[in-house]
């Protein structure tokens, strides 16, 4: 391996070194209902699932229709409701509703150390799981 190789390399590692992040597995029941409290004032919430390549998103507002979007038009079938207090809600947990949530609107959590580098915490996510 090269000089060069070896120091990019140890940079990348470094950089790796000190990142942290938050995740969570959730394990729901197929066709049972399913809350989540994402916390205060998270009222959008982004989920990633096999329903629809790409990133889906849910809005706290009091006409949801239980639908994800994409791009405000399309729209991604549920039974999810996104409460004004962050709790999101599935009436019926189905396989489409299987896949990761986080939250977009979360606070940056990148710290300057007292080494001088700089620590990051990546956004929350989470992981739904179907039990078995």
């Given at each position: 391996m090269g000089v060069k190789h070896f120091l990019a390399a140890l940079i990348f590692v470094a950089i790796i070194y000190n990142v942290y992040s938050a995740v969570a597995v959730l394990e729901a029941e197929l066709g049972k209902e399913v809350k989540l409290d994402f916390g205060k004032g998270m009222f959008l919430i982004k989920r990633r699932t096999k329903a629809f390549e790409g990133p889906q998103y849910?809005?706290?507002?009091?006409?949801?229709?239980g639908t994800w979007t994409t791009d405000g038009k399309?729209?991604?079938?549920?039974?999810?409701?996104?409460?004004?207090n962050s709790?999101?809600?599935?009436r019926k947990f189905s396989k489409d509703d299987?896949?990761?949530?986080?939250?977009p609107l979360e606070a940056s959590k990148i710290k300057a150390n007292k080494k001088g580098g700089i620590s990051a915490v990546a956004n929350s996510l989470i992981e739904i799981v179907p039990r078995e």
């Open positions: 849910l809005f706290a507002s009091p006409k949801q229709d399309t729209k991604i079938p549920s039974t999810a409701h996104l409460y004004w709790t999101l809600m599935f299987i896949g990761s949530y986080e939250m």
